[in-house]
């Protein structure tokens, strides 16, 4: 349960069981659930609504469930432990939270609006306005930084409960990583003009939480009971030995190329931001043909071809608005620059890719030149882990700190 990664799974394995298992319920013999780990959380999601969970256990389900309905601003040491927000889309107080959503509308949405949520808003070095006016009902503020225009949040809704304890407003990036010195200098290099490590890492969280929202909560692909989580934490790793899992080879990879970078200079450790997204929707294959309009084509046999189409350069979707992108392209991108690393579960398939040492290409510019697919960058050397899973599972990782002898 410390490894964030295996942890994800085994998230995701709870999932399953509550999905499948007739009656599930959910009995502890721990009122205390609020400060149990991730995966207790999640079966609460799961379950609290169910007939077959006693009532004294809903209770307490749901008194968990509030209290991870959003992230308050952490301390140091709050980042080496599990964070996350859970969702249960079937339970009315929690289908929301006030850190992924804004009011607008007369709803509530993550759309375009809702972006400095999670990061700034930031204009292209080559134009001289934001990408958007700021929304002034919500606390956004036009400044000038460098040469770019930003759009920045700087104050709470006053619906948010941070309101309440007097918090001042830092985006949902800020509040899942914290990136140190040492890693900063070196992957504000591999960024664009005046981006951030957090407002990448802002852009990754929005791209896949906002997908997340719309294949994971609406019908007709969303299971009656369904959640959703988004949690973080860090893992200190030290050089692994050569017989490695694949997250430990990328564990190699990141300190290899830090020694590269600092002329030979050898760390000892390095201490890794993970952050995983997992819903109990219809998974990402049956979601991307849902997607481009072949719902009805789907089965598992061709489940491929639909992964495929989701991690290609570019899907052209029947949806409307700004969601009518998967939005796995640009997340490529972006680890690729924070030098990250992903790992994908989805229905009888388990991706992984290391962006250090397999890095995404960037999109031709040359007009009408193909976007190749690089989907054989996410097959495994040993091949697929072919087992069944529910929804979909994605961890991200990137390195925010360095550690050296004698510290």
Known sequence: MRDPIVRAELIQSIIGWAASVPDAKFVTSDANLVEESVPH????????????????????????????NYLPHPSAQDF???????LANHLLPFQRSPDLHIKGQGGVEIEESARTLFHDLWSPLERTSSLRAPMGHIGEVLTREGERDVVRRDRWQEWHPATLQGQKFMPLAHRLIRVRERA??????????????????????????QNTEWHASTPPLAPPTNCR??????????????DTSH?????????????????????????LAVISIIDSGPGLARSAA????KASEFSPANEMQFLIK??????????????GNIGLPQVQQLLTNLNGFMIIRTGTTEMMRNFVTRPYEPIPKTAGAPAPSQFIDWVPEDGFNIA??????????????YHYEGE
């Open 80 to 86: 080496c432990r599990p964070r996350a927000l859970v």
């Open 388 to 401: 069944p899973r529910v929804g979909t599972a994605i961890s991200i990782s990137l390195p925010v700190d």
């Open 229 to 242: 989580i988004v949690e973080a934490s860090e893992t200190r790793r030290s050089w692994p030995s050569e």
């Open 310 to 323: 989701a991690l290609s350069k570019s899907v052209a979707t029947t949806r409307s608005g700004p969601t």
């Open 290 to 293: 849902h997607a481009i309009g």
């Open 41 to 68: 959380l999640v079966a609460a999601a799961m379950t609290a609504s169910s007939g077959a969970t006693p009532e004294s256990e809903r209770v307490v389900l749901r008194h968990a469930l509030a209290e991870h």
């Open 184 to 209: 900063q200098d070196i992957l504000a290099r591999k960024l664009r003009g005046a981006d951030s490590v957090v407002d990448a890492l802002g852009a990754v969280v929005f791209e896949l939480v």
């Open 247 to 271: 997250f430990d080879r990328y564990v190699r990879s990141v300190l290899t190329l830090r020694e590269a970078e600092r002329g030979g200079q050898r760390p000892v450790a390095v201490t």
